[in-house]
């Protein structure tokens, strides 16, 4: 199937390629999104086999792509130790389980569409894109930011000139308060040994769209944040361990009853309720999953260890400043806010399908609407981007035209070493040199730094 899959369309043949052929490790939230492209395209991406443990969500995929038992597998590796049986494998394993994966399917020849972060150190991120161009394969990591009309506008106006040359770009990632609590205080990016620090797992987004935005590399980064208030000694007089039990938790902002238990009772069923049992969640379940699991904790005594505010400051080539705000306190969840400040004009982004485009010299304001993802796809995650993240992946795989990826190797990696000096600066309260942390290390670019200032 994936030599079919692999065919150029020759004379005579019909104008539409075959559809690609691709496997799922990790059939979990990200897993199944990918997948339902193929669901809603079956002329142009073929769903063939899984990897998944969690037998609800293997046998979810296995239902809805109609798999025969040996095409499902409960561990990737199992997968991994046969011959390749599609063009592509949509890695969505959690964080520190995709640089294995990512090396095997590479070796095995099969293209990669990877979920974010690559891996959890630069040594595992310059790994799996030394693999990937080693064995001539498409790495696309989801960044799926890159892949939105709005923000392929953005970057069109940027590139045409629009508003001159571009000296400075302020971006908010807004993270939401009770998305914060879900999945970076009770949840599986709490903790930085069991995935890693939070300008990784949230915001190696927000540096990969400035770089990509600036279009320049980045010299210099400072850097600073911490745990400021999911802690023990931040906890109301007289709450208690668990919101089910707290006299406390009517008032308290985060309380794990009202974002799972009251929805659920009154018939909701989607995420973040989804992500807290193991199959389909019922009130009953849920509030065994409160009384007992982790998401029924108190945010104040949990064992969360990443920040929950920072700030990056960078310097591109030429000077051009850029400065990204990340916290947990905000009402909008992920809706990025992105102003860029050029010498002839100033573009503002709403994150989703709305830009601002002022220009100096007429006075004009211009409101360009983009759009987000097609009316007809259930893939509207991202403001869209997960719909054309896997389109432009698929197109690439389907056309053979690499240009569809936009976060490919080289780029994803670039921006990722950015994110791993920027996080290297917060701990160490200096200014670091990109290019020394990138050629030398982070430990040298730390050393530097300190030299620098003493002298
Ligand atoms: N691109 C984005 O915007 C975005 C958004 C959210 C999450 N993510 C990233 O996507 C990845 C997956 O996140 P998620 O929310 O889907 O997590 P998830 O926990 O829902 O899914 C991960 C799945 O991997 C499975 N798995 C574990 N061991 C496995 C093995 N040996 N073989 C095969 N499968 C195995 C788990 O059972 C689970 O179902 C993470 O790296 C996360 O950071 C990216």
Known sequence: MAAEARRPSGEGSSPEPPPASAIIVGAGARGKTYA?????????????????????????????????????????????????????VIIATQDTMHVAPAMAFADLGYHILLEKPMAV??????????????????????????????????????????IGEVVNVSHLEPIGSWHFAHSYVRGAW?????????????????????????????????????????????KPPGAGMRCLSCSVEPTCPFSAKRLYLDP????????????????????????????????????????????????????????VTATLTTAAFTHKVCQRHTRVFGTRGELEGDGDSELVWFDFATRARKVIHTGTAPATTRMTGHGGADYHLADAFVQALRQRD????????????????????AEAARRSGQVLSVPT????????????ATGAARG
């Open 36 to 88: 339902q492209y193929g669901l809603e395209h079956p002329d142009r991406l073929r769903i063939v086999g899984v990897a998944e443990p969690r037998a609800h969500h293997r046998n979810i995929v296995q239902q809805r792509f109609d798999l025969p038992p040996e095409a499902v597998f409960t561990d990737w590796t199992q997968l991994a130790a046969r011959p390749r049986m599609a063009d592509a």
């Open 121 to 162: 150190s630069t040594h595992d991120c310059q790994r799996i894109a030394d693999a990937a161009k080693r064995n001539n394969v498409l790495l696309a990591v989801c960044h799926v930011l890159r892949y939105t009309p709005y923000m392929r506008k953005m970057i069109e106006l940027i590139r045409s000139g629009a």
């Open 190 to 234: 709490r903790r930085e040994d069991e995935s890693s620090f939070m300008l990784m797992t949230k915001c190696c987004h927000d540096i990969d769209l400035i770089r990509h935005i600036v279009g320049k590399s980045c010299q210099r980064v400072a850097s600073f944040g911490s745990v400021s208030h999911f802690r023990r000694d931040k």
């Open 264 to 319: 659920c009772r009154e018939g909701h069923r989607g995420w973040p309720i989804s992500g807290i049992t193991d199959g389909e969640p019922t009130p009953p379940d849920v509030e065994e999953a409160l009384s007992s699991g982790p998401y029924g904790r108190c945010v104040y005594e949990c064992d969360n260890d990443v920040c929950d505010q920072q700030v990056v400051s960078m310097e591109f080539d030429g000077g």
């Open 402 to 421: 690499p240009t569809r990826v936009l976060s490919g190797p080289d780029e994803t990696l670039e921006s990722h070493l950015i994110v791993f000096a």
């Open 437 to 448: 942390a990138l050629k030398h290390g982070l430990h040298a670019a730390a050393a530097a």
